[in-house]
């Protein structure tokens, strides 16, 4: 499995992703790999 390593975030996105990803009972890595496939899919 590839990694990405990502740089750079900004302090309020990575938070409020953190915040999304505890709301939904994920991990972060969970929400952003969900959301990558929704965007390459065409869903958002």
Request: net charge positive; glycine share 4%; with cysteine.
């Amino acid at each position: 499995m590839a990694t990405i390593n990502l740089r750079d975030i900004p302090d309020d996105l990575h938070r409020r992703a953190k915040a999304r990803a505890a709301m939904e009972g994920v991990s972060l890595k969970k929400l952003i790999l969900r959301l990558l496939e929704e965007y390459l899919e065409g869903v958002c």
